[in-house]
């Protein structure tokens, strides 16, 4: 079963709007970690952020904010007034307390096109 | 945020040679590190774990005797594609995990900037 869902493959929006990644994630762990990762074209996968399950309060970083609610088991991702640079493929990502190594789990990705 | 570096970027062989590719994690110890293969327009794959000076734990369906991994210290681990062959031309990704110290686990993969495999 798919343990981190990201239903939007892909978005395209004009440069300066705002734009809400979604991620839904799926486990019977109590302890597990989420994280968002951007992977650029040239490829290399840049850490965004990590919650870990303990810790639903939002977090703004510059453009960027995350909405971790447990309730209904999403940590949606939102960058304000975007910008060319913000194109990417963004990967939502689960890591459980029980998986061995906390392997990570990615979601199919979302890629994000801003337009000039 | 922590650095991962991995060689070379981009290879490209003929088919029947052996390619490695070497992932080392440059300002922390990763005891553990991952291998990921990913396909155009596609997520990343798992394709191993590896943990220092152990045996690496490969997913299923990943043969092991083709994808060799070697972590021989808390910094470096290679992966050896051997025998490659055009079917194994892909993007692979390594990862280290920086656990942290403390009570607090830290547990952060970050990942090496790819190599991409071309197989003739």
């Known amino acids: 079963a798919q343990k981190v869902t990201q239903a939007q493959t892909e978005i395209s929006v004009v440069e300066k709007e705002d734009v809400t990644l979604d991620c839904v994630y799926e486990?019977?762990?109590?302890?597990?970690?989420l994280f968002w990762y951007k992977q650029p074209p040239s490829g290399e996968l840049v850490f965004l952020i990590r919650?870990?399950?303990?810790?639903?309060q939002n977090e703004i970083s510059g453009r960027y904010s995350w909405n971790f609610q447990k309730s209904t088991s999403s940590f949606n991702f939102t960058i304000t007034a975007s910008q060319v640079v913000d194109s990417a493929v963004y990967f939502c990502?689960?890591?459980?307390?029980?998986?061995?190594?906390?392997?990570?789990?990615f979601g199919a990705g979302t890629t994000v096109t801003v337009r000039a | 945020g922590a650095v991962v570096s991995q060689h070379p970027s981009r290879v490209i062989c003929k088919s029947g040679t052996s390619v490695k590719i070497e992932c080392r994690s440059l300002d922390f110890q990763a005891t553990t590190m991952f291998w990921y293969r990913q396909f155009p327009k596609q997520s990343l794959m798992l394709m191993a774990t590896?943990?220092?000076?152990?045996?690496?734990?490969?997913e299923q369906g990943v043969e092991k005797d083709k994808f060799l991994i070697n972590h021989a210290s808390l910094t470096l681990s290679t992966l050896t594609v051997t025998s490659a062959h055009p079917e194994d031309s892909s993007f692979y990704i390594c990862?280290?995990?920086?656990f942290g110290v403390g009570a607090v686990a830290k547990n952060i993969q970050y990942f090496g900037a790819g190599t991409r495999l071309s197989v003739l």
């Open positions: 486990t019977r762990d109590t302890t597990y970690y």
């Open positions: 990862s280290a995990r920086d």
């Open positions: 919650r870990n399950s303990f810790d639903e």
């Open positions: 590896s943990n220092e000076g152990s045996k690496a734990t490969y």
């Open positions: 990502a689960l890591s459980e307390a029980g998986s061995n190594d906390y392997k990570l789990s």
